[in-house]
């Protein structure tokens, strides 16, 4: 019988981090898909004419509606097993104001003749903000992440 080597808990502690690292990619990577797909959901129905409009949407809704539907999941999934990290419960918080932001607008122009142009900016600011944060992570936020010590 063979006693199974005990491991050192820094290499416990390095995969630890690796794993919190691949978490925090996937729910920026999670939150730019959502992001992309709401920017061009937006950018549909405001730059179209209410004959195209509704094309597009279809279109959009078809392809778009279970990637962006799983990407919201995840990144909540992932948003909360990453806990520790702030920026990403931030950017999360900001999320839900987004959101809560997007349903008052749409409530308070429910009314028949309202203007869409508030509607449409709300999401199109929703989608382009979370957008710009992600491909910001991607091209520098990263890097000022602490180094995995070997």
Request: proline fraction near 3%; include cysteine; charge should be positive.
């Amino acid at each position: 019988m063979t006693i199974p080597e005990q491991s050192d808990p820094g290499s416990q502690q390095r995969i630890a981090t690796l794993d919190d690292r691949r978490r925090i990619h996937v729910a920026f990577v999670c939150y730019a898909v959502l992001g992309l797909g709401v920017t061009l959901f937006g950018a549909a129905m405001t730059f179209s004419d209410k004959q195209t409009q509704a094309g597009w949407a279809f279109l959009l809704f078809a392809n778009l509606s279970l990637p962006v539907i799983l990407a919201f999941v995840i990144s909540i999934i992932y948003t909360v097993k990453a806990r520790h990290y702030r920026p990403l419960l931030a950017l999360f918080v900001i999320h839900i104001l987004f959101l809560a932001a997007i349903v008052l607008v749409m409530w308070s122009q429910s009314a028949e003749g309202a203007s869409e142009i508030p509607v449409d900016v709300a999401i199109l600011s929703y989608g382009v903000f979370f957008t710009a944060v992600s491909v910001w992570w991607f091209v520098s936020g990263r890097r000022r992440m602490v180094k995995v010590k070997s």
